[in-house]
């Protein structure tokens, strides 16, 4: 049986550092707002901006949301981010993806200050991330290191395998292993032989979006799980894209989902939101 990596549990221990954190900037008399941008009524895109709103409030950090209709306009956005740059009591700005589809969303990412960029996905911040500068992460591949550095796992010298190459995951995610001196593969839909790469893996990190998708025969005996998947199976259950039943007999440690990287992912946001405070010093 699998250990099982708590991400909820590790969340709640970072959230009371962070809380003590942001009370000592309070003494400063330094506040830090967060401003979420979300275009249109995307029901899961709610959710997630409910929860970071949720989890800003717990730590003491201010969160300005701004609901704007699905027919706002590329002009109209890049308005609105412009305003959030040159606003010097906002100190992170957070437009939720996914955007409709009229908005060119590299567009509007690349209109964020870097330096208010809390998501990490403005391209000098991802290149400061490749290069090994210092700079704001993106949420879900640092939620996933530091979810490993508290459980005691050692990523150097591992052989870690990432199914999923988008730029919020995949591709930041191996960047961030490499840092830590893992040997890293990533796979994606037209690899060959995919069962065969992944069951190589020390590490595995499941991004596909596809619910149960790895089953036991695509790990390795005594592997590391993480499931970065949100999905609902056949019963409109929550589940990851690893099937956990399955997986967690063969796996050394595995975290579940929901419960796992979720959690993280928005507690790796609050990190940001104080760095960003640093950044702008
Ligand atoms: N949509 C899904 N994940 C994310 C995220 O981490 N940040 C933003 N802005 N949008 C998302």
């Known amino acids: 049986m699998a250990k099982i990596i708590d991400g909820k549990a590790i969340s709640a221990e970072i959230k009371e550092e962070l809380k003590q954190k942001v009370a000592q900037y309070k003494n400063q008399g330094i506040d830090i707002t967060l401003a979420v941008v979300k275009v249109g009524d995307d029901p899961a895109s709610a959710v ?10 717990y730590i003491g950090i201010q969160s300005r949301t701004l609901s704007l209709p699905k027919e706002t306009t590329e002009e109209e956005l890049l308005a609105v981010v412009q305003k959030l740059n040159e606003d010097k009591t906002v100190n992170g700005i957070l437009v939720q993806l996914p955007l409709p589809e009229h908005i060119d969303e590299n567009k509007i990412l690349l209109a964020i200050d870097s330096k208010k960029d809390v998501d990490g996905f403005h391209p000098v911040n991802v290149g400061k991330m490749v290069i090994g500068e210092p700079s704001f992460l993106p949420c879900t591949p640092a939620g ?16 870690c395998v990432i199914i999923g190459r988008s730029n919020i995951v995949g591709k930041p995610m191996a960047i961030l292993m490499l840092r830590e001196n893992a040997t890293v593969t990533i796979t994606h839909s037209r690899t060959k ?6 069951a190589k893996a020390d590490i595995l990190i499941a991004a596909i979006g596809k619910a149960k998708f790895v089953t036991a025969d695509y790990v390795k005996e005594g592997a590391v799980v993480i499931d970065v998947g949100m999905n609902r199976d056949a019963e409109g259950k929550l589940c990851g894209d690893v099937d956990f039943e399955q997986v967690e007999k063969k796996a050394s440690a595995i975290t579940p989902a929901p419960g796992g990287v979720g959690p993280m992912t928005v507690t790796m946001l609050l990190v ?5 405070v640093e950044l702008q010093k």
Do not use: F
């Open 48 to 57: 997630y901006v409910r929860n970071k709103e949720k989890a800003c409030a």
């Open 144 to 159: 996933i290191i530091e979810m490993l550095r508290r459980s005691n796992i050692d990523i150097e010298g591992k052989e």
């Open 193 to 198: 032989n995919l069962k065969n790469v992944t």
């Open 272 to 276: 940001n939101c104080l760095r960003s």
